[in-house]
């Protein structure tokens, strides 16, 4: 059947905002929760191997310390997760919900396994006995878990993009119990996914060293070469991979990024140069007397990279899905109320947010009872 | 038929109901909590009882694993069972509320980002910031409740969104004041709930009196409070709709006597609980949860009862099929299907024409475009089994019967069929292969 007969018609109901609000939105949104992401994913996974490689009484007290972070970046990180959720559904519903049902109960699975490995950080945060197997073997299937979780994003990420396979994948199976395995493009956007995010995680390392490095230089001296070196190592792999993933798409897409299309091509250009300058800001960072300014300049080039390297993420699926568009346009009704109540909350939260931050880790008054 | 049907063998209704309820358990439970604690912690502060704090501070951990754990997640996991399930449902409440749903995001990011700094605070802040960490916490809680409040009401009545299809018409539809108030109380209620389990445990008898008869004082009062807000949103229900659960739909009058019956015992265990105070054994603690449990399950299956055969009452049917024709609605609505058929407007089909060798073909799409949503075939209200209980075995019976499926009497609770009379016959000869196999 003709892939552009099953795509679902796009709702009835109005677009609550301009197309391009809504975008800007969902990438906004992807930024903020893949970051979050990565920092979680960097903190289990380094937390994990200096409590099992590291030989120095530093590398202890790090691996303790993401341990603990690890269930408080785990919630805003799903709570972040949300706001793409909601922007890919209102303009790509179409697309994602079916996606979805194509694979429902793997897809599905996605809650259980996270449910389970969100415990699993918990008992890795506070057992109290801190030299018990336990915790090595509850953070280590948490982070089973996350590869897993990641995998099934990809799966579905990228079935979303080829409504080709729509129609014969459902006659075979209606129930959703498959994978979109055959996907030549899967496992280098796994990959190159994966070690981004490692790599990017690896920095909060590196942020952890720019908090202490007031009160303890040598600690926060040591913090910020343990994760910027994690950083450089995973990020030049994640390079890898990610022109693995590039040469793997088909020549239209892949030309997308390589001079035919201007924005594309920019965009993905700035994404690698900023991911190198982060590399470079930090390993120069090792050798200065005063490390913090390089590495909040890496902090910032790699997030920056994460901004550009979304927006050609974002670029791809549209040219992936831009043939199966129905002809009739979205039409648009401005909710101006409600949108405006939105944004001055969205703004005013964030930074009440900021206030509690501040208010938490400078309280007025000394501890008391 | 927009979207693929999610073949689910044991039904797909059952799934969503396993986590909504499994959520909604939860997520009113972090609301109430929110001031049981800071009201709790100004107690202990004010009658200077280092027990009672002790007891607060770990609470609030098993509050956190709960709340912050189990009601995040599984909030998220209601979103991926309804998208899964209800592809078209879900992308209609996306697009009307896509800014109300932006604006419960902010509440509970505040939420969470509170509930954390409340609890790493116990050895952190002084007394008035962590209060104040607790107070912002409930408020972003409570404001959370206020904003999603609107989007589950307008479900059941939509009101004059229905005629104007103006958004603040749907949020603030006839359900969401009594509803507001009735959530309220009942998350104010299920606070006192959950902490009779932690206070259960408590070894000190003095402590776990005073902790026992403050919960308990939790559960009875907000119980009572709860009772006209019941009422009043009982009286919002459009009274023809009300009337299933009075007794012309034996699911939905089931459902609403299971509501009072477990709510009064709830009440009953909670009041034995606040008369024996230090000798309250766990079990009771378990028996208050278990019934406060089933009152919160009965009131949600009775919401979802009451709203069928819609999924957004009066807009679109449970198996995604527009009542009315609507702009853009590329004619997946009942008059426009029963012209034109269904097999023929579809996406996911494979029999576009039905002709006599390939009737039961036919049938069993159809029956998966349209009867799936609610029945399964083997599984949750299984259709062989309903079709034998009523003692409809034959082909001319059932052809009979799908032409008033929204008029049975005690049932009718089902959307008409839509599609053509070639294609009721199709239908009718894959529901009798179905009775006939199983016989």
Do not use: D, V
């Given at each position: 059947m003709n892939a552009q007969a099953v795509v679902p018609y796009a709702d009835p109901t109005p677009l609550p905002a301009a197309v391009w609000l809504l975008e800007v939105l969902l990438v906004l949104g992807f930024v903020l929760h893949i970051l979050a992401i990565n920092g979680v994913l960097g903190a289990t996974l380094i937390g994990l191997w200096t409590r099992w490689f590291g030989e120095t009484p530093e590398h202890r007290r790090l691996s303790d310390s993401l341990m603990h972070s690890t269930t408080s970046l785990l919630s805003p990180a799903i709570t972040f997760g949300i706001v793409p959720l909601l922007f890919i559904q209102v303009l790509f519903g179409n697309f994602f919900f079916t996606s979805s049902v194509l694979i429902a109960w793997p897809w599905l699975m996605v809650i259980a396994l996270l449910l389970v490995a969100y415990y699993s950080l918990y008992i890795g945060s506070w057992w109290k006995n801190r030299a018990s197997k336990l915790i090595d073997l509850s953070v280590f299937l948490a982070l089973v878990f996350f590869l897993l979780i990641a995998f099934l994003f990809v799966n579905n990420m990228t079935l979303l993009i080829t409504p080709e396979k729509w129609f014969a994948m459902y006659i075979a199976d209606?129930?959703?119990?498959?994978?979109?395995?055959?996907?030549?493009?899967l496992i280098f956007r796994y990959a190159h996914m994966l070690l981004a995010a490692f790599g990017v995680g690896s920095l909060f390392v590196v942020a952890l060293g720019l908090f202490h490095f007031k009160k303890e230089p040598d600690y926060g001296r040591f913090l910020i070469e343990h994760g910027g070196r994690w950083f450089i190592y995973i990020t030049g792999l994640a390079m890898v991979a990610g022109f693995g993933f590039l040469f793997s798409l088909s020549a239209p897409f892949r030309q997308l990024f390589l001079g035919q299309s201007a924005f594309g091509t920019i965009s993905l250009l700035l994404g690698i140069m900023l991911g190198l300058a982060a590399i470079f800001a930090i390993s120069s960072a090792f050798q200065a007397k005063d490390p913090r300014r390089l590495a909040w300049a890496a902090l910032i080039l790699s997030a920056l990279g994460v901004v550009f390297m979304a927006i050609v993420r974002d670029r791809l699926r549209d040219a992936f899905i831009a043939p199966y568009f129905h002809a009739a346009p979205l039409s648009v009704r401005y909710q101006v109320g409600p949108m405006a109540i939105f944004f001055a909350l969205f703004i005013l939260g964030l930074a009440f947010v900021a206030y509690m931050f501040g208010r938490f880790f400078r309280p007025e008054r000394p501890a008391s009872s | 038929m927009n979207f693929p049907v999610w073949d689910v063998w044991f039904g797909s209704g059952i799934l969503i109901a396993i986590v909504a309820v499994v959520h909604v358990f939860v997520s009113h439970f972090a609301v109430g909590g929110g001031l049981f604690l800071v009201l709790t912690e100004r107690k202990a502060y004010r009658e200077n009882d280092s027990g009672l704090l002790s007891w607060l501070k770990l609470h609030s951990a098993f509050f956190v694993l709960v709340t912050v754990v189990w009601g995040a997640v599984t909030g998220v996991g209601i979103w991926w069972t309804i998208a899964l399930v209800h592809p078209q449902g879900t992308s209609a409440l996306i697009h009307i509320f896509v800014w109300f749903f932006g604006i419960e995001w902010v509440f509970f990011l505040i939420e969470i980002v509170a509930a954390l700094m409340y609890y790493y605070g116990w050895e952190k802040l002084d007394r008035r910031t962590h209060l104040w960490f607790g107070w912002v916490y409930f408020i972003a809680a409570w404001m959370s409740l206020f904003t999603i409040n609107g989007i589950i009401d307008f479900m059941l009545t939509p009101g004059k969104w229905l005629e104007d299809f103006q958004v603040w018409n749907g949020f603030f539809n006839p359900t969401y004041f009594p509803s507001l108030f009735f959530r309220s109380f009942l998350s104010f209620a299920l606070a006192g709930v959950y902490a009779l389990i932690t206070a259960?445990?408590?070894?000190d008898p003095a402590l776990k009196a005073k902790v026992v008869r403050w919960s308990s004082i939790w559960v009875l009062l907000n119980a009572i409070l709860a009772i006209p807000a019941a009422y009043w949103y009982t009286q919002s229900i459009p009274p023809a709709v009300w009337a299933f659960a009075k007794g012309t739909l034996p699911a939905a009058t089931h459902s609403a006597m299971l509501i009072g019956l477990s709510a009064f015992l709830a009440f009953v265990f909670a009041f034995i609980a606040w008369l024996l105070a230090k000798r309250t054994p766990l079990v009771l603690s378990l028996l208050v949860f278990l019934a406060a449990f089933s009152t919160v399950a009965s009131f949600e299956l009775l919401r979802e009862i009451l709203r069928k055969p819609y999924v957004i009452f009066g807009?679109?049917?449970?198996?995604?099929?527009?009542s009315v024709p609507l702009d853009g609605d590329r004619g997946l609505n009942l008059p426009t299907l029963n012209e034109r058929g269904v097999l023929r407007t579809a996406n996911w089909v494979q029999t576009r024409e039905i002709h006599e060798d390939n009737m039961i073909q036919a049938g069993r799409e159809i029956f998966r475009l349209e009867c799936q949503a609610c029945h399964s075939l083997g599984g949750y209200r299984d259709i062989g089994w309903l079709l034998r209980r009523k003692q409809l075995t034959g082909q001319p019976a059932i052809l009979a019967i799908l032409g008033v499926l929204d008029k049975i009497?005690?049932?009718?609770v089902m959307p008409p069929f839509a599609g053509t009379a070639k294609e009721k016959e199709a239908l009718s000869h894959f529901l009798t292969s179905v009775v006939q196999s199983n016989s």
């Open positions: 209606p129930t959703g119990m498959r994978l979109n395995l055959s996907e030549p493009t | 259960a445990w408590q070894k807009y679109m049917y449970g198996n995604s099929i527009y009497p005690t049932s009718s």
